[in-house]
């Protein structure tokens, strides 16, 4: 992939961008941290190396324990509360920005869904790529 990708919050405090040739893969989680975090049935991620991504503004960040005891600080906007940007703290060298908070995202290929043993019914699997019970290993 060629060019940079960009996007923000909603109220325009807090942006971002990196290289769409640095972009390593992009998920649905349906775990249920994810769910409530989104308010949907799912959050669409895009993973891409921490040293790749230049933001500008602050972010407030929430952590708690995730489903396989990894703590997960999710990143939104202190005046919007738009959710950006989260990351694992075991996997420091990696960032997880939610492909909703995009000014463009028609570029995505979705490669995988995890947690499909949380997908609501209403917010099923994407059956036309490969999913994983949990987290992948």
Not at 3 to 17: E, F, Q, R
Not at 25 to 39: L, P, Q, Y
């Amino acid at each position: 992939m060629q060019g940079n990708a960009s996007g923000g919050c909603l109220c325009g405090a807090v942006d971002y961008s990196f290289s769409k040739s640095d972009v390593i893969s992009a998920h649905h989680c349906h775990c249920t941290d994810c769910r409530k975090m989104t308010g949907s049935g799912k959050a669409t991620i895009v993973m891409i190396p921490t040293k790749a991504l230049n933001s500008s503004g602050q972010l407030k960040t929430f952590t708690v324990t995730g489903s396989d005891g990894s703590q997960v600080a999710r990143g939104f906007c202190p005046n919007c509360g738009s959710q950006l940007i989260s990351y694992v703290e075991e996997m420091p060298d990696i960032r997880f920005i939610k492909a909703g908070s995009l000014d463009d995202g028609s570029w995505l290929k979705i490669t995988s869904s995890f947690w499909s043993q949380s997908a609501e019914p209403w917010s099923p699997i994407d059956l036309t790529c490969p999913s994983f019970v949990g987290n992948p290993e």
